[in-house]
């Protein structure tokens, strides 16, 4: 009895450091690059190898996040990159969501820190599958369906196309296109929250914070991590729901040489979300 007790801990031992690094690599990894890519729509102006005649600092951002999103798409290996990168999530998916439905909270009558986080740490995972699979569906998978206006996303015209469908129109705001920037705003947020959070329990899981002060000192720190990625969502949404669309294609048409934009009518049987699109000229 005691032996299949001790083989039943090992392997609860062994899972629980898979899940904590899992959610740390590949995940946490592509979460900080994800971020830090989608930003520079904000502070990409700063880029000067991207300057040409007539190119403002908004021009500059959008042609170093359109730069910067051509490279990922035309990775060496990419294919192998997303089958590693769905099959973590998948693993901390599944397994997170077994820890969360079989663990017990008491936030009710202890409204400590540490009970409030890890109501969140569960209630953000649950969100967080949730976002990931509508971010997927609609940039990757194609269902524009679920987009406002039917805007369909290209990666050789992402600035342009994501930021109408966060607006919902290319012309202007609709009450829908708000309700997708909401989602993204909390959906994104969300994300960050369950790393960051993460990051420190992953610290406890792995025996490398064991004392009060150690695990303080580390949360301070995972703290800042959240905010900085924090800071850097925000910039993303704002700068994609604020920019001007019609500048956003001039700019994406100048770096490509040629008219990669199709109308709304062509647009739907021609574009797919891996970037191969049918171009007008």
């Known amino acids: 009895m005691s032996e299949n007790a001790d083989s039943t801990q090992n392997r609860h031992f062994l899972l629980r450091r898979l899940h904590s690094l899992s959610g740390i690599v590949p995940i946490g990894v592509f979460l900080i690059v994800h971020l830090v890519t989608n930003s520079t729509i904000a502070w990409g102006g700063l880029n000067s190898r991207v300057d040409q005649e007539g190119f403002g600092w908004i021009d500059r951002s959008i042609a170093t996040f359109q730069h910067e999103v051509s490279f990922i798409n035309n990775m060496p290996l990419l294919l192998l990159i997303e089958i590693t990168l769905w099959s973590a999530i998948g693993f901390h998916s599944i397994l997170g969501v077994y820890y ?78 708000m309700v997708v920037a909401v989602f993204y705003f909390f959906g994104v947020s969300s994300l960050i929250f369950h790393f960051a959070n993460g990051l420190w329990s992953a610290a406890i899981t792995w025996g490398i914070t064991i004392s009060r002060p150690a695990q303080k000192r580390w949360g301070f720190m995972c703290a800042g991590i959240g905010a900085s990625l924090m800071i850097l969502a925000w910039m993303s949404i704002i700068g994609f729901a604020t920019l001007d669309y019609d500048r956003a294609v001039e700019v994406e048409n100048a770096m490509h040489g040629e008219q990669i934009h199709l109308n709304s009518e062509d647009a739907l049987d021609a574009v797919t979300l891996t970037g191969h699109d049918d171009t007008d000229g």
Do not use: C
């Open 100 to 177: 969360a439905m079989s663990g017990k909270g008491n936030t009710g009558a202890y409204k400590y820190g540490g009970n409030l986080r890890y109501a969140l740490q569960r209630t953000t995972g649950y969100f967080g599958i949730f976002f990931i699979f509508y971010h997927v569906a609609t940039l990757r998978w194609g269902w524009t369906w679920l987009i406002p206006g039917d805007a369909v996303w290209s990666h050789e015209a992402a600035s342009s196309t994501f930021a109408a469908a966060l607006r919902g129109s290319p012309e202007e705001f609709t009450a829908v296109g």
